[in-house]
């Protein structure tokens, strides 16, 4: 007996026909699944977008880095750190700086704001650049001038009276002129000073108006593909002491911490999205349940003309699985909509990971595949004598 | 040459039930008409769904133009049944949203026939009926004996050794039965196709060969031919 069979492309057609012809009740079903792998495909890719506006903290500063902070009060001697770095093989450049939050004033304006003594280098590190005026430089050593942050000279600005190179400004009760503004800066993963809000003054003279003397940390870049794990430790040992311990944090590690962490989330959302994508597979398995019951004739008839039991389970599953494969694509069309929703009210820019638009469809199929399968099965088992007995 | 040997035939529903078929023997040779009457409840229905191998026989034997037939898997069966046997219904059983054509060409269809030879054939099979003119129109659009001969050209397009036909006159009015039962003759004749067919009418049956007779699950002794 040779073996043969209908292609499984005719079959295709054959639902396609028949999801076609029983409309409504279709789309009904293929709502279920939509809506199960849109929520999959917009938590998924916001995440995605969230872990990659995280990763783009790094961009600036790149992923050879470390930053050493002293606990507490105690402060870092800045002339040993750049020391050294200059030292190390794997070092290339040290900025230490010193924060601390003080009342800085101009005119009858007064505002508490984060005042970073910084070196020049600084600007290197993180990338600043000067939208107004200049940065600071190596001439400037101990002078009293300052460089305002955008945010930081927009909240100092007074109607009539904007703050911008050439004002003078109070720091603690020191007078300081600003010699520039700095253009907005995006907040560097490593760098605990948010540039735009703050206000840079020279590391040199910090202790004029700070309660610690010295810098209170350092950021340190390495050279490209240096184990930055291994320098952290080897900082870690050379600047730590029992009456100051220091925190040593590399970018690498941060980045591992940080994408385990979105692993986690990931899971989470998957699961969530598992949940309302089985509720949409049971309505598959629903309306195709209410198929094969109404179409028990038609399926004795196909039997007694020669449909194997097989061609009839592949024919059922084949309907289930367009069904829920047609939810998915729609599922992954609303899923980026409501991404892009989403990214109007969150500080992120909208992003498609193509990889959830393929899972979405993908989980979708197999979905329909995995409740289609019931169906089918009692589908080829119909006896046509009692299908198409009577009526 | 003979194209349908049933010996022997047994078959009974159920423990402690009657037999619904004892002993059921007869053969039809090439080119047969048959009717097949008797009362309800006689075995007829049985007897057409174990030859048409929608069931099996609990003993004996079926022989369809050289091929024993006892013992099949559910595949092997459909695929025997689609190769031998065509059938036609008492009520027709055409698929509403086929159109004639394409319900004509439903047996090709699971037997794998590209779509382009489905229709050739479907086609040809509906104009030999006499409905070349109705061939892209839907059952609804069809009368009772329209729709009957499309499922008698459904019935013939695979090419079967064996026509089974289950009351096909049944559910038509007497002028539109005349007509589909002069047309199966026809085909008969023409064709050549063996025909095995149910029926209560004896009107009907005068109309074939041959008369089977079945009461109590027995082949009442061959009468003369009508």
């Excluded at chain 1, 809506?35 to 990763?55: C, F, K, P, R």
């Excluded at chain 1, 400037?140 to 600005?157: I, M, N, T």
């Excluded at chain 1, 990971?353 to 995995?370: K, Q």
């Excluded at chain 2, 039930?17 to 040779?29: E, I, M, N, R, T």
Aim: charged share 20%; proline share 4%.
């Amino acid at each position: 007996m040779k073996t043969r069979g209908v292609g499984l492309v005719e079959l295709a057609r054959e639902a396609l026909t028949n999801l076609r012809v029983q409309g409504r009740r279709s789309v009904l079903a293929l709502l279920g699944v939509l809506i199960g792998s849109a929520a999959i495909v917009a938590l998924m890719n916001i995440a995605h977008i969230a872990q990659m506006e995280a990763l783009n903290s790094f961009r600036q500063t790149g992923v050879d880095l470390l930053s050493v902070q002293s606990d507490g009060l105690a402060s870092l001697d800045p002339v040993l750190i750049d020391r050294l770095v200059r030292d190390d093989p794997e070092g290339v450049l040290a900025a230490p700086f010193a924060i601390t939050t003080l009342d800085v004033s101009a005119g009858a304006r007064s505002t508490g704001i984060m005042v970073a003594g910084v070196t020049p280098a600084m600007a290197g590190m993180v990338g600043l650049s000067a939208a107004g005026g200049r940065l600071l430089r190596e001439v400037d050593d101990c002078s009293p001038v300052a460089v305002l942050g955008q945010k930081a000279a927009a909240d100092l600005s007074a109607p009539g009276a904007a703050v911008g190179p050439g004002s003078l400004v109070r720091i603690g009760g020191y007078g300081f002129t600003v010699v520039g503004t700095t253009a907005a800066t995006a907040p560097q993963a490593l760098s605990p000073i948010q540039f735009d809000t703050a206000v840079l003054i020279p590391l040199a003279c910090a202790r004029r108006v700070m309660p610690q003397e010295g810098a209170t940390g350092v950021l340190i870049r390495l050279l490209p593909g240096a184990d930055t794990g291994a320098a952290a430790a080897r900082y870690t040992a050379a600047l730590s002491t029992p009456q100051m311990p220091v925190r040593v944090e590399d970018a690498k590690s941060m980045i591992q911490a940080m994408k385990k962490q979105m692993a986690m989330l990931g899971g989470v959302l998957i699961a969530i999205g598992s949940i309302s994508l089985l509720v949409g597979g049971v309505g598959v398995m629903n309306v195709m349940l209410m198929t094969v019951m109404e179409r028990r004739r038609e399926i004795g008839l196909r039997a007694a003309l020669g449909a194997t039991p097989g061609e009839i389970r592949m024919m059922f599953l084949i309907e289930a699985v367009i069904l829920a494969l047609g939810g998915g694509l729609l599922g992954d069309v609303l899923g980026l909509a409501l991404t892009w929703f989403a990214t109007l009210f969150l500080p992120f820019d909208f992003a498609i990971n193509w990889v959830v638009l393929f899972l979405g469809a993908g989980v979708a199929a197999s979905v329909g595949l995995m409740f289609g399968l019931y169906p089918a099965i009692s589908a080829s088992r119909i006896s046509p004598i009692e299908a198409l007995r009577g009526d | 040459m003979v194209v349908l040997v049933v010996k022997a035939l047994q078959k009974s529903y159920g423990q402690g039930q009657g037999a619904v078929l004892d002993k059921a023997s007869f053969h039809l040779p090439r080119g047969a008409f048959a009717a097949l009457v008797g009362p309800s409840g006689s075995g007829k229905s049985t007897l057409l769904n174990l030859v048409g191998l929608l069931d099996g026989a609990d003993s004996g034997e079926i022989v369809i133009d050289g091929t024993r037939v006892g013992s099949l898997s559910p595949t092997e069966a459909a695929w025997l049944r689609n190769e031998m046997i065509g059938f036609v219904f008492q009520s027709f059983h055409l698929l509403s949203r086929l159109t004639a054509w394409e319900n004509a060409a439903l047996p090709l269809f699971h037997r794998g026939v590209g779509r382009d030879e489905r229709k050739a054939r479907a086609l040809a099979m509906l104009d030999r009926v006499g409905l070349a003119d109705r061939a892209c129109h839907r059952p609804e659009q069809l009368s009772g004996g329209q729709r009957q001969r499309v499922a008698i050209a459904r019935a013939l397009v695979g090419d079967p050794r064996l026509i089974l036909a289950d009351e096909p006159t049944g559910n038509l009015d007497s002028v539109t039965g005349l007509q589909v039962m002069n047309l199966l003759r026809e085909l008969n004749r023409d064709l050549g196709v063996t025909i095995l067919m149910v029926t209560h009418d004896h009107d009907m049956a005068r109309l074939c060969d041959r008369v089977i007779e079945i009461r109590d699950g027995r082949i009442l002794p061959q009468e003369a031919a009508g």
